[in-house]
């Protein structure tokens, strides 16, 4: 209904016998006016009284007339409505239908068997499932880097070498045990989602519990991580002889920290991962306070820290002189602590994840080695990138059916508990396992034992099929019971402190490490995290030592 010229406000008493609406107010809400109801409502008979006849009705004091109640809804989600009703169509065909129909239309027919079959139905539904991340009104960062890793690295990619019949590495095993493999990454895939609905209920049923107390910055001990920081990083660049070994290849530094022989990967991840960890917390922590507080970024005990942190992560954390997937942890933490309530910059992160995973990723790993053993990288095919060692998730998890098939037999926690006690050393610990991709690796007579061992693969090792359902089961409920307490108090809040909303940017960028593998080298860096966390973190609200 629109307003007729004269109609007043609620309580304002305006004429409304001419037929003027009065207006609701518009207090940062938006109301939805409904037009059936208002016909049916003008359409209402009139009475004696709402006509005004009579003397009784001359004296009576008019109150506007308002038809029904608007229904009122907040106002932040509409933006995001709008947006996902804008995105919603193009990109849900894309990812579902045109981008693995286009690869899937260049196989030829005798390659459509059982598992070009199974492989084109994982990569529709890690599809379907990394739409809904991007579409959803709440932000679920973990959940959404998850499914962006899925349907590149475990479903285009695959589908792509199927098609091209070209894998990174060589399948030692037979046809079935690939069948195998990609019928047990869809059922990963199945289990993440249930443990994600479960997740859902438990919250539903928790919601009259006492709240859990948040975890909190202290300020001091923050101060003290800044420090622990410089120190750290500093040793690391000293002992490399300088800033200048940072900007040159990956191969000569993991050379210098003796990284190149298995024995030594422990005390190599050791050294990288305190130079480059704290530097990095410490960083993440600084620039949320900056972005929450205006206060903040007028203290020069704020604003100077956080710039020699920049410094120093630039040297540090570059993509020149560190893997591709770390700077990716890098980069998405940053991001999404820099921006902590920017839909545009989620949906762009996970969007254009795809396209950047495609086209660029494979190409950027030039500076690993020098000048003399860089290879020239030719692409004749734009799916040329997706048949490169990077993505051999797929074939490394048949490959690993097929090693313990051979007679190795599943190790039951062995496995496991070598990765979470990463720390002990062999000398103490004679069970101690290899990395599960040296394991295989050399298994298979491969020179280059750097391969990748997907958590589909640390999961069959230990435990065989049900340990994949269970274990993902568990990862998915996992993941979705952090975003959820993201969204209801880190996403929200205003405290610059929140330990939440700082983490868990830092695990959704890192969650590309641990779904890529190995265990055993990703939980190096999550023991440091977790130390600097404990050092900074507090439970007992102080407001002398609060981030303000």
Known sequence: MADQPGGGRPGGGGDEGAGGDARAPFDETVQIRMAPLAAKAARRPRTRADTGTGTAAATRTRRPFTPFAPFVIPKSPTPRAVLSRALSVPLVVALVLVLPLAVAGRSQPDVRDAVFWLQLATTCYAGARLSAMVLTTRRRLIQGTVWLFCYVAMGVAPLAQIVLEQTPTPTVGTRGDFTQAVALVLVGFVAFDVGALLSRHASEARLNRRPRPVASINKRRLYVLVFVAYACSGLFIASLGG???FFGSREAISDELGGGASDSQV?????????????LLALLMLT??????????????????????????????NP??????????VAFALLFTAF????????????????????????????????SGRKETRSQSVLDPLVMKDYDQTVMFANTISYVDSGVGHTYGKQMASSAFFFVPRSVWDGKQLDSGVKVGTWMGMTNVNLSSPLWTELWLDFGPLGV????LLVGYAAARTDRRFAESGHVSRDPGNVLATVVPLIAGYSFILLRGPLLQATGRIGIAVVCLALVATFRPDERRRLR
């Open 267 to 279: 005390g190599s991840a050791f050294v990288r991962g305190f130079g480059t960890v704290p530097a």
């Open 340 to 371: 902590p309530r920017s839909s545009v910059v989620y949906r762009s992160a996970l969007a254009g994840g795809v396209a950047l995973a495609v086209l660029l990723f494979p190409f950027a790993d030039k500076f690993r080695y020098d000048e």
């Open 288 to 317: 949320r306070w900056m972005v929450m507080s205006r206060r903040a970024r007028r203290q020069p005990g704020v604003v100077l820290p956080w710039a020699g942190l920049v410094l120093v992560n630039v040297i540090v954390n």
């Open 243 to 245: 800033p200048a070994p």
């Open 320 to 329: 020149i002189s560190n893997p591709r997937y770390w700077f990716l942890t």
């Open 469 to 472: 359902a269970g274990g993902l």
